[in-house]
């Protein structure tokens, strides 16, 4: 059965996109207003699972890298994506059939979707992080040993880089000094694959997952209390094998610096009785700790809801005052080997934490 | 009448070069092994002035960005400039026919003749600058609405990157902020040119005239006292319009640090009589002061010589309690105008001076 993505799916994937961005991924809202215009324009985008991609296909990943802050004021026109992907098209001589984001989370998992509708190509069902975090080398598709490049960075300006290395983690040092100058954020079209590539690497069906997360989100806003219990049952059944409340309290401190091109900070949070924990951030939340003891780190994902609404709150959204629920929902299976949580393990993000799963 | 560049002139033209590369361009020793070795191989270059250009020539600048401090630990092995000239002829599909120095400066004079050499193409007689400066929008290319892209970098590792903005200054500051993550220092190719472009923005000449500088400079080693007039008059038939002594004595203080891509520092020279003066230094000397009084500054030439050898001296060979002479050399005609004065002046590069011409 072909799946699709209409314009009356993108509230819905868009909120399930903040919840699994777990803080980061970038606020979609702007990205959900053109992507719904443009698929009532160019219709309704194929999606496809990595396991019924043609073999001749050639992927990219899509999606902004920068700090999230900067496109709260950077608000983009919408032919981004699309002149993204014909830059790289042109600069690599090379033609894309699919698209995948490279992360699910925010607005980064529908960016792909509009260079998508206008070119009439058919999106992966998946993305390469199953989340957001907050480097390339934390991608699922460099811990299976895909090259980055060649990779295509384009600013604000249409200003283009193509960049060309084998080392992710020399792709991303790069990355991240250039769109320091290019304006704070830039939109990449990188990790070319092969539908054998995708099978392997890619984390499977959570573009789908997200619409079906977000039309939850919808079902139970504005009861988070009654509608906390439907969350924890949606997640048992996917490959995050499980999702449960951490703490609750109000955010009593909030600080938050635009440093390396990353979003980073912390945040405390109190209980109602007098307990403390506090949340650091990188683009993402990364740990959540009380007193000294880590309730949860990274690859785990850690989202934040609205006590009220029980919608999720992206990091440049959350301010002081907020009451809110910690949530921590498992890793995908990609992140829990050895050799990926040296990468994207508490210690790898500068925390002083040992990862222990929550689920 | 045909001019080439064998192996034994090589020596002269590095010489040369040190010289009008006002302490920057990176000191020339292996550069200049590495070229009398491939010219001994593959032939002497041919040397091409401007005017003789065939108007269907497509001419790249190249030469290497960077602090030169670093330079003198991460050792060429002499190829690298041909793999640059070939990724960037790979990567845009297109066929150079003639190479030309960015700037005429320490190794970067030679630089372009590694590749040449190696393909045997000719070498246009001229460069960018005239000398050495520190930033691509100072050349005399941009200055004369020349657009620095497709340009391509590459690091001691062969990563890549292809470069395509109109504007020179973003170029330079994508440049910057990726050679620091890069190893400290990339090898360019840029400025893809016409004949026509090279006749209206190029320094002519500025390879021969090094050579033949050079060659009076060896002519005088040892004798400075003796030699500085020989040197004086050189220069007052050239399109640097004159040469003079602004200041003699000993470095008594002298700090370098490597910062933003580029060696910067202050030297303090006293003279014998008790007076002293200040050197800024960005890679290249930039101003000499004494007292608030500034004797010469950006674009004019500060050149310092040896006071035993009479030879010109690179900042990252300069120390202290050496005996220098300070020599201010006119600036090309290229950075007279107005226009260039706001690139090339000394406001441009952070000094608080209004530039008076020496010439």
Not at 74 to 88: F, H, N, S
Not at 228 to 252: D, N
Not at 276 to 296: F, K, Q
Request: aromatic share 6%.
């Amino acid at each position: 059965m072909t799946q699709t993505i209409g314009p009356d799916d993108v509230a819905a994937l868009c909120l399930g996109s903040v919840f699994l961005a777990t803080g980061g991924g970038g606020d979609p809202y702007v990205n959900q207003l053109l992507t719904e215009k443009a698929l009532r324009k160019h219709g309704s985008i194929q999606l496809v699972m990595p396991d019924a991609l043609p073999d001749d296909a050639l992927v990219v990943a899509m999606g902004e890298a920068g700090a999230p802050m900067v496109r709260m004021e950077q608000l983009p026109v919408g032919d981004e994506p699309l002149k993204a992907l014909r830059a790289y098209e042109e600069a690599t001589k090379r033609t894309v059939t699919h698209v995948i984001p490279f992360e699910i989370g925010g607005g980064n998992s529908v960016l792909p979707l509009l260079a998508a509708a206008a070119l009439g190509l058919p999106v992966v069902d998946g993305d390469g992080m199953g989340r957001a975090l907050p480097e390339a080398q934390m991608m699922t598709f460099p811990l299976a040993g895909i090259a980055p490049t060649p990779a295509l960075a384009i600013d604000y300006r249409d200003d283009t880089v193509l960049f060309n290395t084998k080392d992710t983690a020399a792709y991303e040092r790069q990355l991240r000094a250039l769109l320091q100058v290019m304006g704070g954020m830039v939109l990449t079209v990188e990790f070319p694959m092969t539908a054998a590539d995708i099978r392997a690497a890619a984390v499977p069906g959570t573009l789908s997952l997200a619409r079906k997360l977000g039309q939850l989100l919808q079902s139970i806003r504005g009861e988070a209390e009654a509608g906390l219990p439907h969350i924890i049952t949606f997640f048992e059944t996917t490959l995050y094998r499980g999702c449960k409340q951490l703490f609750a309290g109000k955010v009593v401190d909030f600080e938050r610096r635009t440093v390396g091109g990353f979003d980073v900070g912390t945040a405390q949070i109190d209980s109602l009785n007098g307990e403390t924990a506090r949340i650091d951030i990188r683009n993402e939340y990364l740990a959540i700790t009380a007193g000294d003891t880590p309730l949860a780190t990274v690859p785990d994902l850690i989202t934040l809801i609205d006590e009220e609404s029980s919608q999720p709150i992206n990091a440049e959204r959350l301010s002081f005052g907020q009451r809110v629920r910690v949530l921590g929902i498992g890793a995908p299976a990609h992140f829990q080997t050895d050799a990926a949580l040296e990468v994207v393990g508490p210690k790898a993000l500068g925390l002083p934490f040992t990862y222990t799963p929550i689920a």
